[in-house]
Structure formats: structure tokens, C-alpha cells
T-cell receptor, first 117, second 109 residues
Framework: GAVVSQHPSWVICKSGTSVKIECRSL??????MFWYRQFPKQSLMLMAT?????????EQGVEKDKFLINHASLTLSTLTVTSAHPEDSSFYIC?????????????FGPGTRLTVL | DAKTTQPTSMDCAEGRAANLPCNHS???????VYWYRQIHSQGPQYIIH???NNETNEMASLIITEDRKSSTLILPHATLRDTAVYYC??????????FGPGTSLSVIP
């Protein structure tokens, strides 16, 4: 149980294009979802938190207009990197926390590796 | 959230127990100790968490000192697949997970 999936697992895009990453909780309802970013040899950095049906809360320094987050249902959240540039190349990881029996544990997806050319 | 400190790296012989320490001297009464690990190029994996009692599951054991200022994650029989970065996090139930640098565990054949 407590499986979180991401799609795609990797993506390569041209500079200036937008990329959408999907995050799904497969066997539980995720009332809260989180998006993290990880650069090589660094730890994961939290980008934003979203509750189902509400606007996402972004961490300081994360551009909300560049990283669009939608949490439209209890099993799906999407992250859209708009007008991607090479510096946005990173490993993007989502996490979900559910209800009712798993309210205290975040489960993580396998990650999406984005390369912007 | 309480700050945690972990050794930067550790080695462990394959088949032996891996004991990963974590200090959290400023932990609050309502903060749990969570452990996650991240194998290279994968998403973090939840291992175990506890409040004050020792906990055990199919992956590991968590030993929390009586004063709750430190804890140890024990992998009873480490395998090569346990090579990963291990993160100790002290937080309340509803706080978000914030990662520190963790401990890079290398299991050696």
C-alpha cells in the first residue's frame, strides 16, 4: 500500500517549452501533495505544498508563475514547468499524504528527471 | 521542526547490522522521529517513525533514547541494496518533510 506514481519518469525538452509532470496516489486519497526538486549531489528541496481543491503554497524563492501546480482531485496533482530553461533541469519528486489512516506519513513518488536543452 | 544532526557518511559490512545515529536534542514533545532513505536516482522511501517507544517493522528498528534527544536506526542485516542516503527528520504529524543532508551509508561486500 501507499504507492505514489509519477509520469513521465524522464523527459527532455527544448528551452522555452512547457512540461507537465503528473503525480498520482494509487491506493489512497491524498489530501495533501508536495513537490520537491533535487539537483545533483544535493538534498531534496521542498518547492510547494498543495491541498486538494486549494491553491498551492510555495516555498520562499520558488516562482509560482513558473511552476504551476494543480491538485484537482484526491489522487492527482500536476506540476507544469512553464517556459523551461536549462537551469530548470533537475530531478522533480512528488509526495503525498493521505487520509484517514495515513495522515502522518508522506510517501514519495519515484521522481521525474527533466533535462532542458 | 527540531533540527537533527547525522554523520555525513558511514560504512557497513554486508550481512552485519547497520546502526545509523541521529541527534535531535531540541525535539518537542509532539514531534516524531521519521526515517527515510533515498537510493541513488530514486524517490525517498519511508522506513519507520516513532514518538518515544522503540519501533520495529519489516525494514528496520528504531531505538529512541528515554530523553528523546537521540535515536538509532538499525538495519539488522545490511545488504548491498541498502546502500543509500538515510534521512532522520523530527517533525509533528502534520508538518511537511524537510530534508537535511542525511547519512550516506555504503554497504561493503
Amino acid at each position: 500500500g501507499a504507492v505514489v506514481s509519477q509520469h513521465p519518469s524522464w523527459v527532455i525538452c527544448k528551452s522555452g517549452t512547457s512540461v507537465k509532470i503528473e503525480c498520482r496516489s494509487l491506493d489512497f486519497q491524498a489530501t495533501t501533495m508536495f513537490w520537491y526538486r533535487q539537483f545533483p549531489k544535493q538534498s531534496l528541496m521542498l518547492m510547494a505544498t498543495s491541498n486538494e481543491g486549494s491553491k498551492a503554497t510555495y516555498e520562499q524563492g520558488v516562482e509560482k508563475d513558473k511552476f504551476l501546480i494543480n491538485h484537482a482531485s484526491l489522487t492527482l496533482s500536476t506540476l507544469t514547468v512553464t517556459s523551461a530553461h536549462p537551469e530548470d533541469s533537475s530531478f522533480y519528486i512528488c509526495s503525498a499524504r493521505g487520509a484517514p489512516q495515513r495522515t502522518d506519513t508522506q510517501y514519495f513518488g519515484p521522481g521525474t528527471r527533466l533535462t532542458v536543452l | 521542526d527540531a533540527k537533527t544532526t547525522q554523520p555525513t557518511s558511514m560504512d557497513c559490512a554486508e550481512g552485519r547490522a547497520a546502526n545509523l545515529p541521529c541527534n535531535h536534542s531540541t525535539i518537542s514533545g509532539n514531534e516524531y522521529v521519521y526515517w527515510y532513505r533515498q537510493i541513488h536516482s530514486q524517490g525517498p522511501q519511508y522506513i519507520i517513525h516513532g514518538l518515544k517507544n522503540n519501533e520495529t517493522n519489516e525494514m528496520a528498528s528504531l531505538i529512541i533514547t528515554e530523553d528523546r534527544k537521540s535515536s538509532t536506526l538499525i538495519l539488522p542485516h545490511a545488504t548491498l541494496r541498502d546502500t543509500a542516503v538515510y534521512y532522520c527528520i523530527a517533525k509533528t504529524s502534520y508538518d511537511k518533510v524537510i530534508f537535511g543532508p542525511g547519512t550516506s551509508l555504503s554497504v561493503i561486500p
